[in-house]
């Protein structure tokens, strides 16, 4: 799994330059990324929960790694599409 950085941005739209780890991007929303957080909640001792963040927020190797993922899953879905309805075709149920 792929790891990547997001960057803190002030309310006032200044950077704090404050980089915090991310380990993948799971899901995208317009101008959104949902991500997976690195390491754990050190009161709960579970995983951060997911959280949407804006797609600018993300480093360039982080999206890289979710665009390939994509197209990985596109790929995949194509295929069992294939398998599925391709057999199919063609037989006819008597």
């Known amino acids: 799994m792929a790891s990547g950085s997001h960057k803190s941005v002030s309310k006032s739209g200044r950077s704090l330059e404050r980089w915090w780890d991310v380990?993948?991007?799971v899901e995208e929303d317009g101008n959104r990324y949902r991500v997976r957080?690195?390491?754990?909640?050190?009161?709960?001792?579970?995983?951060?929960p997911l959280d949407w963040i804006p797609n600018t927020h993300c480093s360039p190797d982080l999206i890289r790694d979710w665009d390939k993922k994509k197209g990985a899953q596109f790929l995949?879905?194509?295929?069992?599409?294939t398998l599925t309805y391709g057999t199919i075709q063609g037989k006819r149920r008597i």
């Open 23 to 25: 380990v993948e991007i």
């Open 76 to 81: 995949q879905l194509r295929h069992l599409d």
């Open 37 to 48: 957080w690195a390491g754990s909640d050190p009161k709960t001792g579970k995983p951060w």
